[in-house]
């Protein structure tokens, strides 16, 4: 298994800065793409960046030139960078895995438990 813990989120005043971090634990080597995807309230989940295996970066036009999405391979985790925050941005971020399909390695994907991101003003 593939487990993920999030970190990083919390209150923050428009155009404030968060950093969010998903570590990944377990079988780590499966892992074939991060992705950060958000859901706010009555509103359809969305997918906020995503990075794959090569480091090509993918943003939804909402956040682009707002948010980094980036990956420390050391430590097993991806970052997701948030600058000039705005009310809009307030949702449940979520972290998601997908995982290679060759043997040995588990069924995903693997979500996080989400952080809760809220922009006042």
């Known amino acids: 298994q593939v487990q993920l813990v999030e970190s990083g989120g919390g209150l923050v005043q428009a155009g404030g800065s968060l950093r969010l971090s998903c570590a990944a634990s377990?079988?780590?080597?499966?892992?074939?793409?991060t992705g950060w995807y958000r859901r706010a309230p009555g509103k359809a989940r969305e997918l906020v960046a995503d990075?794959?295996?090569?480091?090509?970066?993918t943003y939804a036009d909402s956040v682009k030139g707002r948010f980094t999405i980036s990956r420390d391979n050391a430590k097993n985790t991806v970052y997701l960078q948030m600058n000039s925050l705005k009310p809009e941005d307030t949702a449940v971020y979520y972290c998601?895995?997908?995982?290679?399909?060759?043997?040995?390695?588990?069924?995903?994907?693997?979500w996080g438990q989400g952080t809760q991101v809220t922009v006042s003003s």
């Open positions: 998601k895995v997908d995982l290679r399909t060759y043997y040995g390695c588990p069924n995903g994907p693997s």
């Open positions: 377990g079988d780590t080597i499966c892992i074939s793409a």
């Open positions: 990075i794959t295996s090569s480091g090509n970066t």
